[in-house]
């Protein structure tokens, strides 16, 4: 009967801590950034006069050890030029509001134009990149803000949000260390490459599975403690 009672237990230790790996790895799996497209109502003054355009604008970010390069997608062009743009004559550049745990503004630039631009055609934007450091632990928000289209050795157009528009993305960051600064505003210009974009999604629920997960590891191993000793007798 002894021997009975203990196979039913061993089934229920190893039960229990398939449960908590379970856990654990919904823990490491858990999304650290929401994302969205978001409509981006522009509008530019040029050399040629007012202009204005509405594009969906994509926030993404890669983690690169304590930093994040922050990737900045436009979908349409905002503005256009009267003339054609030589191969290599147009660099945008725009600077993104930073809310939540940090203030502020991040400074995201793109790269020359790879190919001839016809004149009253919309430039394409393409993708605007910039290195993000924490300065604070918590959720910092990442919204479009000013937009400078230069060209021809002259800030071409400057386009400024008129909607208001909500954050494209909210990143959940944790300062190196494990320390808060409260310091100055972030900034940065710094360009970098690679990576795969994060999962996006709620934060709260994960963390609290993963608490779980942890109980329920410590609980199993200590019912595998006890039932090796309790065999070994």
């Known amino acids: 009967m002894r021997g009975a009672w203990i196979v039913p237990y061993r089934r229920r230790a190893a039960f229990t801590l398939a449960a908590a790996v379970a856990g654990s790895a919904v823990l490491a799996s858990a999304p650290a950034a929401q994302a969205a497209v978001v409509d981006v109502n522009y509008a530019c003054e040029t050399k040629i ?35 054609e743009l030589p191969k290599g004559v147009m660099t945008p550049r725009a600077e993104l509001k930073l809310g939540g745990a940090d ?37 910092v928000t990442f919204t479009a803000g000013l937009l400078t289209v230069h060209a021809l ?48 999604g709620p934060l709260d629920s994960a963390t609290a599975l993963g608490t779980l997960g942890g109980t329920v590891l410590l609980t199993g191993a200590a019912g595998v403690l006890w039932l090796t000793r309790r065999t070994a007798r």
């Open 153 to 200: 050795g002259m800030d071409a157009a400057v386009c400024t949000p008129k909607n208001n528009p909500a954050p494209s993305l909210e990143l959940d960051v944790t300062v190196a260390g494990g320390s808060s600064d409260t310091g100055s505003d972030s900034g940065g210009t710094e360009s970098t490459s690679g990576g795969e974009l994060p999962k996006t």
């Open 49 to 83: 006069g007012p202009k204005g355009a509405v594009s969906p604008v994509d926030i993404k970010a890669v983690k690169n050890g304590s930093s994040y390069t922050i990737t900045m997608s436009f979908e349409k062009g905002v503005s256009d030029s009267p003339i």
């Open 103 to 139: 203030t502020g503004t991040l400074k995201v630039e793109g790269t020359p134009n790879t190919a001839a631009i016809p004149p009253n055609t919309p430039i394409k934007i393409g993708q605007l990149t910039g290195t993000y450091t924490p300065k604070k632990s918590g959720k």
